[in-house]
């Protein structure tokens, strides 16, 4: 069901823990399959990610899609980790069974709640009345088309 690189991120996933003085944390949660994702954020004054942690409670796809986001994002400036989508994270896994994908979904809404929370903070906005990231309802960024891989494309 899952490729080589999936089972190696979930079996082996980077980044894996929290940042207690993260400047920038994002929740998000599917209540459908009931896999949770947090991301921790350090950002420095050019705001470059200097480190980056998450937390999942879910299945093997969730667990290896918030590491390859994580390993995506380190070291990028805040406007560049933006630009990754859950299209980039899925292909950089070599690709997710389709019902599957909506865990890239999640690793994407996470980091954009992270990036809002930063963003929050440093306009002096209490973390506390920070939207949780839960539906995506705040998120500034436009919505996208759902991500249809290759491999599910051909099944068609």
Known sequence: ????????????PRNVGSIATANGVGEVGNPRCGDVMKIYLDVDENEVIKDVKFETFGCAAAI?????????IKGLTI????????????NE?????????????????????????????KD???????????????????????????TSRAAD
Do not use: W
């Open 1 to 12: 069901m899952y490729n080589d690189k999936v089972v190696d991120y979930f079996m082996n």
């Open 64 to 72: 290896a899609t918030s590491s390859m986001a994580t390993e995506m």
């Open 79 to 90: 406007d560049e980790a933006l630009r990754i989508t859950n299209r980039d994270v899925a």
């Open 93 to 121: 896994l070599g690709g997710l069974p389709p019902q599957k994908l909506h865990c890239s979904l999640l690793a994407e809404e996470a980091l954009r709640a992270a990036i809002l929370d930063y963003r929050n903070r």
């Open 124 to 150: 002096g906005i209490p973390h506390e009345k920070v939207c949780a990231g839960c539906c995506n309802a705040c998120s500034e960024y436009e919505e996208e088309e759902p991500y249809v891989s290759e």
